[in-house]
């Protein structure tokens, strides 16, 4: 997955820099308590860019067709 299909779909990008150490990764918030989020920049240059749920990171994705869909479905399904 490319970072320009993250940002289409929705994702704002976060930068860090802790202890002269910078990196970048993006998130998407549904709500305060569901969120996805990307893997940094680091390890999207070793292993590709993957985006997982925020403390659930057993589920993967790496379509972005796949993604799409998913956040298409959370946010109907979302109550408000």
Known sequence: ????????????????NEDGYSFY???YDFKEDLCLISTDDGEAKKEGLFVYFFDHDHIWFSNPEDLKTLIDLIKRNTVR
Do not use: P
Request: no cysteine.
């Open 25 to 27: 990764y993006y998130t």
């Open 1 to 16: 997955m490319k970072e320009k299909e993250l940002i289409a779909l929705g994702f704002k990008r976060e930068d860090v």
